[in-house]
């Protein structure tokens, strides 16, 4: 029987980045995981660590835009049908959570953890000699119409309040920083500090090797066989059976499969995503991520090639990928920028794991002593897991939280 002082089930971006910063502060810390560091939602994601948000994603204000999607002709949403039931209630809380005092509630709330989002990565990087993957270019966000940028008043506004940097560019201004954009958009706005990062996968990789050489363990184990005996939380993994007395859930979209069993029912939807590399054409070259607003995908530049990555899917994260989303989006993406043929055979697909109010929940998990949870990062994940992990460790050793964790408590949800 092997003991630690902590056991992280989940070894995605969030359960990496927690783990290390426990392992940072002295703790014995054993990270398992049925498969590799990084192989599920944090492999595929857009690489962009977005300290500079505000709004989260919201429900579609306009008639238009809604019937467009439930006629599924919309690039940036796509749902199944049998799904809809299912997610009725979750649709419900987030049109709710998308009414515009909410999202300026929403947007207070969540900016001391993105505040400390972009610092606490590269802290991690820098440990873990994987500064070379990341890119403080920003990144640039484009509006083709009038309408679109007159619409992100508000969040300019937010901007200066909350003292983020943002310019306005026309678009010989936004091809000034990205001259292979082909001019069909009118607008862009330059979100310079943000970052991004070349290759997710690469980044939790080095965390968690990062982990090992702190002396914490990566293990496989299956996080269902979690219960407690003697006293403590006790896992089965391929090593044997391994005690804590702390134990971390960060199951991203996976969660709901570990935490049903122990009677912990938190409201988590699924946004699944899709993505694709492409080859560029000729010499075309992009330095920062792109994103189409209106068109709702991101172009980033990855060391595999241009990753196209897509809005969100209302489906069953087991349910079958229907990429149709990125059919629909390739001509408008290609109208935008040289991309050639495709890297892989088929597209990529994760399952985003999103609360309707757009913050995931970091603390304890309620009536079960040592339980962790910190899990429903949605859009964010590999925008805040460092920072996740670091007020988490914070909480679970008695330091001072670097911000109030209350707004992320499980307890909001009244279970
Ligand atoms: C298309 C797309 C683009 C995105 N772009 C961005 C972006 O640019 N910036 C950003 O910040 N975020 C982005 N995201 C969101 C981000 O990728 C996720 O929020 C993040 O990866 C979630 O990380 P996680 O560690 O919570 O979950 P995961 O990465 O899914 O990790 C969960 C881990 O739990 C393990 N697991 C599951 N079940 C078990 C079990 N029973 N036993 C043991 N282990 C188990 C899995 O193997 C996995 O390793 C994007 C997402 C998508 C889909």
């Not at 310079?192 to 980044?203: G, I, K, T």
Request: one cysteine or more; a positive charge.
């Amino acid at each position: 029987m092997a003991r630690t002082d902590a056991i992280v089930l989940g070894a995605g971006i969030v359960g990496t980045s927690t783990a290390l910063q426990l392992a940072r502060r002295g703790l014995g810390v054993a990270l398992v995981d049925r498969r590799a560091p990084g192989e599920e939602t944090s492999y595929g994601n857009a690489g962009i660590i977005e300290g500079n948000t505000i709004f989260p994603p919201a429900f579609p204000s306009s008639s238009r835009a809604l019937l467009r999607i439930a006629l599924k002709r919309a690039p940036e949403a796509n749902y199944h049908l049998r799904h809809l039931p299912r997610a009725a209630p979750w649709l419900l809380a987030f049109w709710a959570a998308s009414r515009p005092h909410r999202l300026v509630e929403t947007a207070r709330i969540i900016r001391p953890l993105f505040s400390r989002a972009l610092a606490e990565h590269e802290a991690l990087l820098a440990a873990a000699g994987a500064a070379g993957y990341l890119r403080r270019a920003g990144w640039l966000k484009l509006y083709r119409s009038d309408a679109a940028v007159a619409a992100i008043g508000r969040e300019l506004d937010l901007a200066q309040e909350f003292g983020i940097a943002c310019r306005r560019l026309d678009l010989d201004g936004a091809r000034a920083l990205e001259p292979d954009l082909a001019p069909v958009f009118r607008h862009a706005v330059h979100w310079p500090d943000a970052a991004s990062v070349s290759n997710p996968l690469a980044v939790t990789r080095a965390y968690a090797a990062h982990l090992a050489r702190l002396g914490g363990v990566v293990l496989t184990g299956n996080a269902r066989s979690l219960h407690r005996a003697d006293g403590r939380w006790r896992i089965d993994t391929a090593e044997g059976p391994v005690d804590a007395s702390e134990v971390v859930l960060a199951l991203g979209p996976f969660a709901p499969g570990a935490l049903d069993p122990l009677g912990i029912r938190l409201p988590l939807g699924i946004k699944r995503g899709y993505h694709r590399h492409f080859r560029t054409g000729g010499s075309a070259a992009l330095t920062r991520p792109v994103v189409d607003v209106e068109n709702g995908y991101c172009l980033a530049p990855m060391e595999q090639g241009i990753r196209l990555t897509t809005g969100a899917e209302f489906a069953a994260c087991g349910a079958p990928p229907t990429p149709v989303q990125l059919d629909r989006l390739l001509p408008t993406a290609r109208a935008l920028f040289a991309l050639a043929e495709p890297v892989e055979a088929t597209p990529w697909m994760g399952c985003r794991p999103c609360f309707a109010d757009s913050r995931p929940v970091i603390g304890r998990a309620p009536g079960h002593a040592g339980l962790w949870l910190a899990y429903g990062h949605g859009h964010w994940g590999l925008t805040l897991g460092p920072a996740t992990g670091r007020l988490l460790a914070e909480m679970m050793t008695g330091e001072t939280p670097f911000c109030d964790p209350a707004p992320y408590g499980a307890e909001r949800f009244k279970c």
